[in-house]
């Protein structure tokens, strides 16, 4: 059973740079069958997918954010991380790290992330960006 910790820092100001951290254990993160996402949810709004990885390092990103996020991971460490560039108040939700089947590049690229498409998921880390 795969189970995924995420950790941030939680508070930090507008025009930062953060980075989140998924730990995965249960799964190796370089299983060919898996692909690891970052979700966010807002204040009173739904789930959005912003990232993915697949298993040949094809990276997906929703247009909202593709100028300021970064996911990248650590194979040895097991581990998926999130970096978030220039952050705005907007920002501010709370983000989960997601593991599901890889659909394959030409799925996300048409589709994006999905939350249906995505049956591990951690318990999320509140990130929230204020002055």
């Known amino acids: 059973q795969v189970q995924l910790q995420e950790s941030g820092p939680g508070l930090v100001t507008p025009s930062q740079t953060l980075s989140l951290t998924c730990t995965v254990s249960g799964a190796s993160i370089t299983n060919s069958n898996y692909a690891w996402s970052w979700f966010r949810q807002a204040p009173g709004k739904e789930r959005e997918g912003v990232s993915s990885i697949t298993s040949d390092d094809y990276t997906y990103y929703a247009d909202s954010v593709k100028d300021r996020f970064t996911i990248s991971r650590d194979n040895a460490k097991n581990t998926v991380y999130l970096q978030i560039d220039s952050l705005k108040p907007e920002d501010t939700a709370v983000y989960y790290c997601?593991?599901?089947?890889?659909?394959?590049?030409?799925?996300?690229?048409?589709?994006?992330?999905?939350?249906?498409?995505?049956?591990?998921w951690g318990q999320g880390t509140q990130v929230t960006v204020s002055s």
């Open positions: 997601a593991s599901g089947l890889d659909r394959g590049r030409r799925y996300y690229r048409s589709r994006g992330v999905r939350v249906p498409d995505f049956g591990s």
